[in-house]
Structure formats: C-alpha cells, structure tokens
C-alpha cells in the first residue's frame, strides 16, 4: 500500500543541524517533496529530488535519498528560529494527476 | 502571499448550514486540488481537478461537493457537516504532473 511516515517531533538548538527523516513504502514514486508549514500558513514547497537522484543540494538544504532502503531525509545546516515550522514528506506516484502521498508532518522546535 | 488564494480563512458553521470555500489562483495552473488536514493525520486528498474536470474522488462523504467552474476558481461546498468535519482545508493548484503551490488554507469549525 502507500504510506509514508515521519517521526512527529524533533527539538534542535540554533546553530545546529537539523535532520529531518521519513520513510515510504511505495517504489513507483517518480518525485520525493519536502513542504514547510509554518503556523497559519498553508504549505510551501521546499525542494524535491527525483527518484533516480541520491542527493540534492540547495543552499542550506540537503537532501538525501536512499531508494533500497525506502528513506529519504532532510539536512538543515545552521537552523535557525525561523525555521520552526511543521515538514512534510510527500511521495509523487507515477500517473497524469501525481498523487501525492503525505507523511504526518515533523514539528521542528528551534531553541535560542 | 502565495499565487494561491483562499477564502475565507475562518470559518464557523453549525451542522445545518451551508456553507461554500473559495480557491482562485492566477498561475496560469491547469489542475487544482482539495486536500484536509486534520490533527495528527496525514493531509488527505479529496479532490482534484484536471482540465475542469473531476479526476479524482478519495472517498469523500456527499456533504462535500466540489465545484470547478473554470481553471481559476474551485468551490468546495459544505451542508450538513459534523463536527468531526472541523479541520484546515488546503486547496492547491499545478501545471500537469509538476509540483503544487498550495494555498493559506481555510480553517473550519463546524459546531
């Protein structure tokens, strides 16, 4: 079946890195998103790797994607205050309307 | 402000009223999606639509009925919910098969 899961809480100190994971079950993704919500705001696409990339860089973004084990995450260097907010992991199948398949969401708590 | 608008963005409703939710998008967008985000559970698709017309219906109870009008504008209207309806509704909208830009998201309290 499609599923994807994310732990729903992870509390770093600014500064730090942030890594961010999630795990889906359906091989047949063509794209792999990660969306920021931030608090009363709909959700903002952040960066997507397709399935044939391992890696994808993009300023202070990393994404890393492991396609034998199903896993993808997202490294944030240096996280700052503003980057509290909820992420999201998403699965595109493959198909003419891209379903997306939604893990959760990640609460990330930035500490000063 | 995204390209995705939605109104209103609050929005409380008895159990016997009807109520409509407004998405308009000026991206030039040829799909346009109804997603719900309720806590602590994945967004759920909805709807979407493609072209104008409904591709795509997850099983959605018949008190939800969406409207397409044209590639700009997607209504979603309301009667007769239950409180276990109260959630944020997201609507989205995309060129065919590339990524979707979503809206602020309407936050509904059905009472």
């Known amino acids: 079946g499609e599923d994807v899961e994310q732990s729903l809480f992870l509390s770093v100190r600014e500064g730090d890195s942030s890594v961010i994971n999630c795990t889906y079950t359906?091989?047949?993704?063509?794209?792999l998103y990660w969306y920021k919500q931030e608090p009363g705001a709909g959700l903002q696409l952040l960066t997507y790797i397709f399935s044939n990339m391992d890696m994808k860089q993009d300023q202070r973004l990393t994404v890393l994607l492991n396609k034998k084990d199903k896993h993808l995450s997202l490294r944030i260097a240096d996280t700052q205050t503003g980057d509290s907010a909820i992420y999201f992991c998403a699965e595109s199948l493959s198909g003419n309307t891209g379903k997306l398949i939604f893990g959760q969401g990640t609460t990330l708590q930035v500490k000063p | 402000e995204t390209g995705v608008t939605q109104t209103p963005r609050h929005l409380v409703m008895g159990m016997t009223n009807k109520k409509s939710l407004k998405c308009e998008q000026h991206l030039g967008h040829n799909a346009m999606y109804w997603y719900k985000q309720s806590a602590k559970k994945p967004l759920e698709l909805m709807f979407v639509?493609?072209?104008?017309?409904?591709?795509e219906n997850n099983s959605v109870p018949s008190r939800f009925s969406p409207e397409c009008p044209n590639s700009s504008h997607l209504f979603l209207h309301l009667h007769t919910l239950q409180p276990e309806d109260s959630a944020l509704y997201l609507c989205a909208s995309s060129a065919l098969g590339e990524s979707r830009t979503f809206g602020p998201g309407t936050r509904l309290t059905v009472l």
């Open positions: 639509y493609s072209l104008e017309e409904r591709v």
């Open positions: 359906d091989s047949s993704s063509t794209y």
